[in-house]
C-alpha cells in the first residue's frame, strides 16, 4: 500500500513556496536574455525597495537598541547569529565595531553555523543544527546580561532559531531578524524584526535584497547602540582605534574637529594620553591633564559630554569655546 503523507523534502519544499523571499518572479524568466546594462538597471531598481521596507520597521528596531544599549551598559555583550550570508553579515558586523569604537573583540562576538571554515565556504548541514548553536552560546559563558540577535532571511533557520530560543530560556534579551513575515525566527525572540523587502531578482538567492536589508538593520543596531553608550561625540567616532596610518591620521582630524585646536596642541594632547583620542579631546575643551581626563572618563562610564560637564571640567584654558558637536 503506498503512502499519501509527503515527504519531508515535499513539506520542506511547500513551506519554502509559502517565502515571500522564496518567490517565483514570472516577468523576469528570461532575464538572462538581456542586455548586461538593461539587468543592471533592474538590480538597482529592486534594490530601491529595500530602505523603505527597514523604514517600516522603525519602532520596532529602536525598541531593541535601547534594550540592547541597557545590557550593554550593564557589561553585557552583543552576539549575533545566523548561518550562510546571514551568520557572515553578522561576523561582518560583529569585527568592525573594535576598530571602529574600541570595543573589546569578546564585546560583539559573531557567531556563523559551521564555524570559521563557514565565513568562505558552504559547511554542509550546519544550519539544520540547533545543538551547534546552543554548544556555541553556552562555549560563550552567556549570561542574562548578553543579547542574541538570529539572523535569517527565511526566518526558519533552525541555527539562528535555537539560539534565540537557547538564549531567551538563559535570560539574555533576544532579538530575531529576518525577511519574511509571521516566521519562527521572530516569534521565538523577544524583539521580531521583520524587513520584507518583497521576491528576490533571482529566486531564493538571499544574499541580495535580503541581505542588503539585513546588513542596514545591523549597522543600525551597532552604530546607535555605540552612540548611546558615549562612543561618539556628536557624529564623531572619539572611541576609534588608531591601528594603522590612516587611522592615525583620522584620529588628529576627530580632535581638531571636536576642539577647533591647531595641529601642535592636538599632537601635545595625544602624547599627553598615549592617543587616546577621546581624552585628549577632553584634555583640550576641559584644560585637564592626561591622568584627570582619563578619571572624569572613568566617573562619566565613557560618555565624553558627561565628563565635560563635571566639576573638574575647568573649561578650555586657550579661550576656544566647545564647538557645536
Known amino acids: 500500500m503506498t503512502s499519501t503523507s509527503p515527504s519531508p523534502y515535499g513539506r520542506l519544499r511547500a513551506e519554502l513556496e509559502s517565502l515571500t523571499t522564496e518567490a517565483f518572479r514570472p516577468e523576469l524568466s528570461e532575464i ?5 546594462l538593461e539587468i543592471a538597471r533592474l538590480m538597482n531598481a529592486e534594490d530601491t525597495a529595500v530602505p523603505a521596507a527597514v523604514a517600516e520597521r522603525l519602532p520596532q528596531i529602536a525598541a531593541a537598541i535601547d534594550a540592547v544599549a541597557e545590557r550593554m551598559a550593564r557589561g553585557g555583550r552583543l552576539i549575533y547569529a545566523g548561518a550562510g550570508t546571514a551568520g557572515r553579515l553578522g561576523v561582518l558586523d560583529a569585527s568592525e565595531c573594535p576598530p571602529t569604537f574600541n570595543t573589546d573583540p569578546a564585546q560583539v562576538v559573531g557567531l556563523i553555523a559551521g564555524g570559521r571554515e563557514a565565513m568562505v565556504t558552504s559547511v554542509e548541514g550546519a544550519e539544520d543544527s540547533r545543538e551547534l548553536a546552543v554548544e556555541a552560546l553556552d562555549a560563550l559563558g552567556l549570561t542574562a ?17 535555537g539560539a534565540v530560543e537557547h538564549a531567551r530560556a538563559r535570560g539574555a534579551l533576544t532579538i530575531g531578524l529576518a525577511c519574511n513575515a509571521h516566521s ?3 516569534a521565538a525572540a523577544e524583539h521580531g524584526i521583520e524587513i520584507v523587502a518583497g521576491p528576490e531578482l533571482l529566486t531564493g538567492s538571499t544574499r541580495l535584497k535580503a541581505g542588503t536589508a539585513q546588513k542596514l538593520v545591523l549597522n543600525m543596531l551597532s552604530t546607535i547602540t555605540m552612540i548611546r553608550l558615549g562612543k561618539t561625540y556628536g557624529n564623531l567616532m572619539v572611541d576609534v582605534r588608531a591601528s594603522n596610518e590612516k587611522l592615525r591620521a583620522r584620529s588628529r582630524r576627530i580632535v581638531a574637529l571636536a576642539t577647533g585646536a591647531p595641529d601642535e596642541e592636538i599632537e601635545r594632547a595625544l602624547t599627553a594620553t598615549d ?4 581624552d585628549a579631546i577632553l584634555v583640550l575643551l576641559a584644560g585637564v591633564d592626561g591622568p584627570t581626563a582619563a578619571r572624569l572618563l ?9 565628563a565635560l560637564a563635571a566639576p573638574d571640567a575647568r573649561g578650555p584654558e586657550t579661550g576656544r569655546g566647545v564647538p557645536a558637536v
Do not use: N, W
Request: no cysteine; proline share 5%.
Open 145 to 161: 546580561d548578553d543579547t542574541v540577535v538570529g539572523i535569517s532571511a527565511s526566518g526558519r533557520t533552525p541555527y539562528a532559531i
Open 184 to 186: 519562527a525566527l521572530a
Open 275 to 278: 592617543g587616546e583620542v577621546k
Open 32 to 36: 538572462d536574455r538581456l542586455p548586461t
Open 298 to 306: 572613568t566617573e562619566s562610564a565613557g560618555h565624553l559630554r558627561a
